[in-house]
């Protein structure tokens, strides 16, 4: 799940995998590259149901990893003073869930908790988070979500499931979206009786050929075998050695570019990324009227210009600073 904050146009982000697919962990991963742009909040765990959780990644992060416990209600505005990027350990934040923890490992299928995570991110006050994201693992049940979203007082908001009940934006085909926003033309009466946009739920349907991208077989973004094999490929995309085609670089892109664009920094004339960037805005609109090209292209400057992993490196020293 996902959601942007209005300081600096920053988003905070949550995906919870157990989709059964065992892809790279990409949900981590873009929520890493688009911390160069957005503030990124990534609620997340150790894995149950996959071979990698966004806590494992993190854990075998070289040649350092960050100190992912550190993170506390009480270090965030610390950590957000070095670095746009905080990763939200659901084991420190939920500590309750640690009962739950030995039994879910126990039970190798997704369960209710693999439903319950994606709405239970700790950054959730909808006058501090501007715009989510939330991955869910069946098609049938995302039109729910979004009503759950849209109900909690979301705004702006974008449900996603890949047809191949993915729960990510899919590399290999359709990802049916339910788009939750304010209605331009259709005003409500709030608490208060004042009038305010009415907030609807629009369906689409993404493509990797709306980003300008090819399609990819989800068995080509397996990633590694586990953890520490998908952690050197992290830190081959933050350095930016994968080949400009590969797959998995392909899906994290994909993926970093829809929170970009859902965040609504892309909404501009004039790009103000910074060094390396060329200025050169995509105006192009695809499905729910959003510049989808115009964030794939900010998703490779995160990686190109080297931002995206300043921002890790400055959790990084952050969280170890704070553990000492």
């Known amino acids: 799940m996902c959601g942007v904050n209005a300081r600096s146009g920053c988003a905070k982000e949550d995906w919870y995998g157990g989709d059964g697919h065992n892809t790279y962990n990409v949900s981590t991963t873009s929520s890493i590259l688009a911390s160069a742009c957005l503030m990124i909040a990534k609620h997340g765990n150790n894995s149950s149901t996959s071979l990698s959780g966004s806590a494992d990644l993190l854990q075998h992060a070289e040649p350092t990893p960050p100190v992912i416990a550190a993170t506390t209600a009480e270090t965030l505005p ?18 309750g869930m640690r009962f739950a ?4 490992k126990e039970v190798p299928v997704r369960t ?28 049938s049940i995302g039109p729910h979500f979004a009503e759950a979203l849209r109900l909690s007082g979301a705004r702006k908001a974008l449900v996603i499931c890949g047809e191949e009940d993915l729960d990510e934006v899919s590399c290999a085909g359709p990802t049916r979206c339910w788009y939750i926003h304010e209605s331009p033309s259709r005003t409500v009466a709030n608490e208060d009786g004042e009038e305010e946009k009415e907030v609807v739920i629009d369906e689409f349907v993404l493509t990797p050929e709306d980003f300008g991208l090819q399609r990819h077989s989800l068995s080509s973004v397996h990633g590694g075998k586990g953890p520490a094999e998908n952690a050197e490929i992290l830190m081959q995309i933050l350095t930016n050695q994968l080949p400009s085609g590969h797959p998995v670089l392909h899906f994290v892109l994909l993926n970093t570019a829809v929170l970009l664009t859902l965040s609504g920094i892309c909404e501009v004339e004039r790009s103000t990324n910074g060094s390396g960037d060329d200025d050169q805005v995509l105006l192009e609109r695809g499905p729910g009227g959003l510049r989808w090209k115009e964030g794939l292209r900010r998703a490779r400057w995160c990686v190109e210009s080297g931002a995206a992993l300043r921002q890790c490196e400055g959790f990084v020293d952050v969280t170890n600073e704070l553990a000492r």
């Open 101 to 104: 923890a030995a039994t879910r």
């Open 78 to 95: 610390r950590i957000y003073e070095e670095t746009n990027y905080a990763f939200l350990y659901a084991r420190e934040w939920h500590p």
């Open 112 to 139: 209710i908790f693999n439903l319950l995570g994606p709405l239970a991110n700790p950054v959730h006050d909808t006058k501090l988070v501007e715009a989510r994201i939330l991955g869910v693992a069946k098609c």
